[in-house]
């Protein structure tokens, strides 16, 4: 079955502590992406990675790391999060035109 | 100007009805227009695509496209509540990789 995995489902965390948000899709596709959705301002797309080793910024990149060693796995790195950074996050796996969606990952900084 | 308008709702309707979900764009180089459905707690999930102009058609659903005024519209048939979601548009230009711009979604209640 077709699948983007995203780990955790749910998370809170304290202001300043790293983590890491893991996606893995198990569809051999090369370009894959970040989004954060926030009530009233949909869907912004945070990083994308067009293939191994290839990333780049999307709308709303500030405060987010990224990368792709392997075609799988594009995992999202909150360096030091704070609580602007309180959101639901989904990771994109895309062929074409349809962009397969994780279920979401909700986080919340305080 | 957000370069993809929609109107978030809610938008309630008794089991049955016609529905109508409308997105307006900005950007005249988009050629790839989506409708995302999304349940609540769950990823969006790709419900109909559409390249350039017109029409097309699905079961219940259909997805039209008019380029000259900028204006996207999905239509729903003989809603049932399981139609109960929120209903993204996205869209996109022929250069822009896959990288899509989303609506920000409109909520659909629909009643039995």
């Known amino acids: 079955e077709a699948q983007v995995t995203q780990n955790p489902r749910y998370l809170i965390t304290v202001t300043g502590k790293k983590l890491t948000v893991t996606c893995s899709q198990n569809m051999n596709h090369e370009y894959m992406s970040w989004y954060r959705q926030d009530p009233g301002l949909g869907l912004r797309q945070i990083y994308y990675?067009?293939?191994?080793?290839?990333?780049d910024k999307g709308d709303v990149p500030e405060g987010y790391k990224v990368s792709r060693k392997e075609k799988r796995n594009f995992p999202l790195i909150l360096e030091s999060p704070s609580p602007n950074q309180t959101s639901l996050y989904f990771c994109?796996?895309?062929?074409?035109?349809?962009?397969?969606f994780g279920q979401g990952t909700r986080l919340t900084v305080v | 100007q957000k370069e993809v308008e929609q109107d978030p709702g809610p938008l309630s309707v008794p089991e049955g009805a016609i529905v109508s979900l409308n997105c307006t764009y900005s950007?005249?180089?988009?050629?790839?227009f989506m409708w995302y459905r999304q349940y609540s707690r769950k990823g969006p999930e790709l419900l109909m695509y559409t390249y350039s102009s017109g029409n097309k058609e699905d079961g219940r659903f259909t997805a039209q496209v008019d380029k000259s005024s900028k204006y996207i519209s999905l239509f729903i048939r003989d809603s049932q509540p399981s139609d109960s979601a929120t209903y993204l548009c996205a869209m996109r230009g022929p250069n822009s990789g896959y990288a899509l711009n989303f609506g920000k979604g409109t909520s659909l209640l629909v009643t039995p």
């Open positions: 990675s067009m293939n191994v080793e290839v990333t």
């Open positions: 994109a796996s895309s062929f074409r035109e349809e962009a397969f």
């Open positions: 950007n005249s180089a988009f050629q790839y």
